[in-house]
């Protein structure tokens, strides 16, 4: 059973910096694209940045410039480097993995279980 596991989360004033990890574990035959989304209350989840085992990144327009992600294929972990972040930026973040977790079986969305991010002074 495949399991992601995000940890980092907390409360930061406006400007400050996060970092947040996703390791995904269980039974996992390649991982294709990582990810990281937000929800924040009353809003629908939005994507914030994916990274494709190509190292292909995708941002949303919002965090370009301020987010950074980045992977460890070794390890099955991803990153969310925050900087300058705004209190817009208060939300759940939840991570996504897309994989196969055999050569057979169709690839498929995996989720977190979220963590919080509060910025605020």
């Known amino acids: 059973q495949v399991q992601l596991v995000e940890s980092g989360g907390g409360l930061v004033q406006p400007g400050g910096s996060l970092r947040l990890s996703c390791t995904a574990s269980?039974?996992?035959?390649?991982?294709?694209?990582m990810g990281w989304y937000r929800q924040a209350p009353g809003k629908q989840r939005e994507l914030v940045a994916t990274l494709e085992l190509s190292s292909q990144t995708n941002y949303a327009d919002s965090v370009r410039g301020r987010f950074t992600i980045s992977r460890d294929n070794a390890k099955s972990t991803v990153y969310l480097q925050m900087n300058s972040l705004e209190p817009e930026d208060t939300a759940v973040y939840y991570c996504?993995?897309?994989?196969?977790?055999?050569?057979?079986?169709?690839?498929?969305?995996?989720w977190g279980q979220g963590t919080q991010v509060t910025v605020s002074s």
């Open positions: 269980g039974k996992i035959f390649n991982i294709y694209v």
């Open positions: 996504n993995a897309d994989l196969q977790v055999t050569a057979f079986q169709p690839r498929r969305d995996y």
